[in-house]
């Protein structure tokens, strides 16, 4: 087992424990937001997959390289990437029933020997410097404590010139406003950190030794998403506010009722690239 940098992180464990499996039933495995036309049409399950196609798009790995994926949830991503592109994945979570949930699929799959996910921090990786080809993040930083600290190792995970691609929330404006508390009750529910701004975003990156390459705004696309989790979580309240808190969970779904979430937080990929050879930074 993998030692956990912060104790903190361990509510996050439990949480992905038990929700990870509620939350795919309507996802269709996939556990991140979709990505939709102007109007919101189509299933859950298909939007998700456009998005990881998204992020398949950006990382532009060939076949025979390895990726990896930090916060793998249920490894459907991780399957279609290693279908799409003929490359290893490793990925990782801090929740032991998803590493076994997506090891098992990926049996299923029979992508075994490609694909494979281990219980790890992403703020302390047990892989060697320079062990990966790319690296991508769907949705998992907003639950890093540090995210200085698991882009630094993300960056000493990557070969020069290896390829980052991160999906996740931005705050809109400068993000030095007092606290939302929209944002809190999100943060709360969910386990999250507040994201930073784009800008902020941009200087967590250079100070890791990355540099942004590509910076799409995807807001516009992602905002449908908000409106379907409301329904989920609705559709579902019973089993959601045993997961989540019952106070947690009912301050949860008053904010998101009684704003919108879209106003205050916006959705982006960011790909950058490691310049420097990990092994001779300080």
């Not at 490609?114 to 998992?140: C, G, Q």
């Not at 994201?195 to 590509?214: H, I, K, M, N, V």
Request: contains cysteine; aromatic residues 6%; glycine residues 10%.
């Amino acid at each position: 087992m993998v030692r956990r940098s912060e104790d903190h992180e361990r509510p996050v464990e439990r949480l992905y424990d038990t929700a990870s499996e509620l939350l795919a039933k309507s996802y269709d495995a996939n556990l991140h937001f979709g990505y939709w036309d102007d109007f919101g049409n189509g299933s859950l399950a298909a939007a998700a997959e456009r998005m990881t196609d998204q992020v398949i798009e950006r990382i532009r790995v060939k076949p025979g390289q390895r990726v990896l994926d930090v916060g793998c949830g249920t490894g459907t991503p991780a399957l279609r990437l290693a279908r799409a592109r003929g490359v290893e994945v490793v990925g990782i979570s801090i929740s032991r029933r998803e590493t076994d949930g997506a090891n098992e699929r990926s049996r299923r799959a029979g992508l075994a020997r490609r694909v494979r996910f281990d219980h790890a921090d992403a703020m302390a990786l047990p892989y060697a410097t320079a062990s990966f080809d790319a690296v991508w993040a769907i949705e998992s930083m907003s639950h890093m404590p540090d995210r200085a600290k698991a882009l630094g190792e993300i960056a000493r995970g990557l070969r020069p010139g290896g390829r980052l691609v991160i999906a996740d929330g931005f705050l809109h404006g400068t993000g030095t406003g007092p606290s939302n508390p929209v944002m809190d009750s999100m943060c709360a529910a969910f386990r999250m950190h507040s994201p930073p701004t784009l800008a902020g975003y941009e200087d967590l990156l250079a100070s890791a030794g990355l540099r942004l390459t590509e910076s799409t705004d995807l807001s516009r696309h992602a905002r449908h998403s908000m409106a379907r989790l409301t329904e989920t979580l609705k559709g579902d309240s019973a089993e959601f506010a045993r997961v989540l808190g019952r106070g947690t969970f009912v301050r949860l779904m008053e904010s998101l009722c009684e704003a919108d979430v879209t106003k205050i937080v916006g959705y982006a990929l960011l790909t950058a690239e490691r310049t420097a050879d990990p092994r001779n930074s300080g």
